[in-house]
């Protein structure tokens, strides 16, 4: 059975960093592109960054640029997303995915608040 669980979530102040882990297990880590996405309330969950299975090929929404970066451990089957430079419209929840649209797996969802 396939489980994604992040971790790392909290409340920092505007400027701040946060790392949110996800850790796989019950998958082929190796087989997936991976996936953070983001939903904000009463807003529509969005994509935030995705990381390719083997090459490192990464992809970064335009909000991300400069301040996020995803990466992933093979020898841990976990992904992360490193966030620098947060804003208050940061806040949100922030899952982890498998990227793929015939195995579709999500994880729990971990909070990210951005406030003064």
């Known amino acids: 059975q396939v489980r994604l669980v992040e971790s790392g979530g909290g409340t920092v102040q505007p400027g701040g960093s946060l790392r949110l882990s996800c850790a796989a297990s019950?998958?082929?880590?190796?087989?997936?592109?991976m996936a953070w996405y983001r939903q904000a309330p009463g807003k529509q969950r969005e994509l935030v960054a995705r990381?390719?299975?083997?090459?490192?090929?990464?992809y970064y929404a335009e909000f991300t640029k400069g301040r996020f970066t995803i990466s992933r451990d093979y020898a841990k089957d976990v992904i992360y997303l490193q966030m620098n430079r947060l804003k208050p419209e940061d806040t949100a929840v922030y899952y982890c995915?498998?990227?793929?649209?015939?195995?579709?797996?999500w994880g729990q969802g971990t909070q990210v608040t951005v406030s003064s």
């Open positions: 990381i390719s299975a083997w090459n490192f090929d990464t």
């Open positions: 019950g998958m082929i880590f190796t087989n997936y592109n």
């Open positions: 995915n498998t990227a793929d649209p015939v195995a579709d797996y």
